[in-house]
């Protein structure tokens, strides 16, 4: 294990600062319930064994209704801020993981957003460090397993 403590307090302080700026937890069902209509994020009724909420993440979906349903990276970006603080605010107190279920049912390298994964990437990276307990990839496509690279 690699404890740089100063790396540690610059992003305790940045995710402080963001917190404090972007107000996650404020968001409420009325700010992103237009991008919910896929259902390409929704958090499951049951938890796992360990209690871990479940994130259902369907990436398949998001191109599905584009041009009704999502507006702009920062509304989909939003919208996953908003299933990640409901479902850590839906844990027990001794549990801080979560399981995320990755259905790729009609997805293709056409639902592919640079920019929208770039931001997914930075948003869990620096703000939910260690809150992926498992994640488990369903259906994948043949370009997602090794014997499709």
């Not at 540690?8 to 404020?26: F, R, V």
């Not at 399981?99 to 293709?108: A, C, P, R, Y």
Request: glycine share 4%; net charge neutral; proline share 3%.
């Amino acid at each position: 294990m690699n404890l740089n403590t100063k790396k540690a307090a610059k992003m305790l302080k940045e995710n402080l600062k963001w917190c404090l700026e972007d107000k996650p937890e404020k968001i409420q069902w009325d700010d992103i319930a237009q991008e919910a209509e896929t259902g390409k994020v929704y958090r499951a009724n049951y938890q796992d064994k360990y209690g871990r909420a479940v994130l259902v993440m369907r990436p398949g979906f998001q191109v599905e209704k584009f041009i009704k349903n999502t507006k702009t990276v920062e509304g989909q970006i939003k919208y996953l801020v908003y299933c990640m603080e409901t479902a850590i605010s839906d844990l027990d107190e001794d549990v801080d993981q979560m399981v995320w279920l990755i259905d790729f049912e009609k997805w293709n390298m056409s639902c592919i957003s640079m920019k929208a994964t770039r931001e997914t990437t930075r948003l869990l990276q620096d703000h939910y460090p260690e809150r992926l307990g498992i994640a488990i990839l369903y259906n994948p496509q043949k370009s997602l397993s090794p014997s499709g690279w």
